[in-house]
Nanobody, 118 residues
Framework: QVQLVESGGGLVQAGGSLRLSCAAS????????MGWHRQAPGEQRELVAV???????NYADSVKGRFTISRDNAKNTVFLQMNSLKPEDTAVYYC????????????WGQGTQVTVSS
């Protein structure tokens, strides 16, 4: 069974950086969109960034200019480079992968905690 395994979370001071990674545990022939979501305590899960198989990206307004999403299609891995972190970025971060063919089966990672101290 394919799973998404996340890594890279942790505790960082405001203004610092972290890089999250999310890799499929087994080979998947074709993944459409991959992305990152986050959920803070008492809040709903929100989309942070997505990237298509062709490399097109989209970001939440709150992270534009600070976060960068990228992917390695050969390794079925998606990354989230987070710079200039703020305390309000504190959340559990989840990756997702939409598996071909349509209507796309969505896989979720287990989540990784990111804590930004002020």
């Amino acid at each position: 069974q394919v799973q998404l395994v996340e890594s890279g979370g942790g505790l960082v001071q405001a203004g610092g950086s972290l890089r999250l990674s999310c890799a499929a545990s087994n080979r998947i022939f074709s993944i459409n969109t991959m992305g990152w979501h986050r959920q803070a305590p008492g809040e709903q899960r929100e989309l942070v960034a997505v990237i298509t198989s062709g490399g097109s990206t989209n970001y939440a307004d709150s992270v534009k200019g600070r976060f960068t999403i990228s992917r390695d299609n050969a390794k079925n891995t998606v990354f989230l480079q987070m710079n200039s972190l703020k305390p309000e970025d504190t959340a559990v971060y989840y990756c997702h992968a939409d598996i071909e063919p349509p209507p796309y089966r969505r896989l979720w990672g287990q989540g990784t905690q990111v804590t930004v101290s002020s």
